[in-house]
């Protein structure tokens, strides 16, 4: 069992913690005012009571996609797709009009380009190789991981610094391959082992989920840093707006 780290009496005030792993954190007699919490949060109990339920309720009202994702049902999963290609089309278009805009970033995040080329990367790592068992170098402008050996591996090339054109016609084509798949995919088939290649290529915990689980992430992950592009753009925005 990990010993707990106790901050008694500090201040902490704007801090930040960045891809960290709060599991079992406990805040008592705290004073936490016009905070943000954003990430994979369960569990979470405030003043004695266990919100994550309506937080998860709140969202999928906000966003009925998520709910498409979550379902086991092909016709479902299809349409999943088929909204988060339209959002993505129609960000890529504001995004269009104010050029310069896609390589601007807020508070440390990725800029417009970068979310992008990580879901270029997605695409190849969870899909191709995931579900469909390939061994392909990935798409070389990717974005995938930073640690070691996976950063900058099996085929990506960090010195690259492509065009927004350039990425939107490779996403396109992987939109295109995802959408022909999911048109002819059963129940059986998601339902069967992934047939993740047994090499050292991200992602490696990936061997033993189901073809199902390796779709989840790719539909997540499209929807997930589409909440943060928009996120990001309205933000930038309204700083130029000032």
């Known amino acids: ?14 801090a930040e913690f960045r891809e960290c792993d709060l599991t079992g954190a406990r805040l008592i007699g705290v004073v936490m005012q016009d905070a943000v919490i954003d990430g994979h949060v369960t569990n979470l109990v405030v003043n004695g009571v266990e919100v994550t339920e309506y937080v998860e309720a709140e969202l999928d009202r906000r ?13 479902d999963l299809r349409e999943a797709s088929r909204q988060l290609n339209a959002v993505w089309a129609a960000t890529i278009e504001r995004i269009r009009r104010t050029p310069g805009i896609e390589r601007r970033s807020v508070n440390d995040e990725w800029s417009a380009v970068q979310t992008l080329r990580h879901l270029v990367f997605v695409h190849d790592s969870w899909f191709r190789r995931c579900c469909l068992g390939s061994t392909e ?5 990717g974005i995938g991981p930073t640690v070691e050996p ?7 090339d960090l010195s690259l610094d492509p ?7 490779v996403r396109d084509a992987q939109a295109a391959e995802l959408e022909a798949w999911l048109d002819e ?11 993740v290649p047994d090499d050292d290529v991200w ?8 073809v199902r689980q390796c779709l989840g992430t790719v539909l997540k992950e499209t929807f997930e840093h589409h ?6 753009l309205d933000l930038i925005e309204a700083q130029d707006a000032e």
Request: hydrophobic fraction near 40%; glycine fraction near 4%.
């Open 203 to 210: 992602p490696p915990y990936a061997r033993g989920r189901l």
């Open 185 to 195: 995919v059963t129940a059986v088939q998601l339902a069967a082992r992934a047939p």
């Open 163 to 169: 065009a927004l054109d350039e990425i939107v016609s």
């Open 227 to 232: 909440t943060f592009c928009v996120r990001d």
């Open 63 to 75: 966003h009925p996609v998520r709910v498409l994702i979550r379902s086991e049902d092909p016709d």
């Open 137 to 141: 170098l990935f798409t070389p402008m």
């Open 150 to 156: 996976y950063r900058g591996a099996h085929g990506l």
């Open 1 to 14: 069992m990990r010993s707990m780290t106790r901050y008694i009496d500090e201040d902490l005030h704007s």
